[in-house]
């Protein structure tokens, strides 16, 4: 197998925490796309309504599947962690998630949690994706 590491230089560093924004399975042609998040470079949060954080976390989601010689068309998955009950939510970011991923209507299941990766994240979206041109 043949594992290729996707982080886009516009994206904060997980080094530190041994994680990488995506892998990329060259022999199968899978994205796995770690959770996105609305961070800047310091790892800071960047909004404080869910409704920014979505739009941050899809534009974050669109450079790695980019990086990854991929599309929002060729999503396969999705998952997205919501801090709380998912269905406090649903207004605010099915809009955004739908708009932004058009036609492609990718497999999508809604978790609510108790935490995230700092006190502040309200969403983090995750995916797999099929590769649309050789790396």
Do not use: C
Not at 16 to 30: F, I, K, P, R, Y
Not at 43 to 72: F, G, P, R, W
């Amino acid at each position: 197998m043949s594992i290729s590491k996707i982080n886009p230089t516009g994206l904060y560093d997980g080094a530190a925490t041994g994680m990488s924004q995506a892998t990329v399975d060259t022999e199968l042609g899978l994205v796995f796309i770690s959770g996105q998040v609305d961070w800047n470079m310091e790892h800071a949060v960047k909004h404080q309504d869910i409704a920014s954080q979505t739009k941050s976390a899809i534009k974050n989601l669109v450079t790695v599947l980019e990086e990854s010689h991929s599309s929002v068309e060729n999503l396969l998955q999705l998952r997205v962690y919501v801090r709380g009950e998912v269905a406090d939510h649903m207004d605010h970011i099915v809009p955004i998630i739908t708009e932004q991923l058009g036609k492609s209507r990718p497999a999508l299941t809604g978790v609510g949690v108790a935490s995230l990766a700092s006190p502040d994240i309200l969403i983090e979206i995750e995916a797999i994706a099929k590769v649309a041109r050789a790396i």
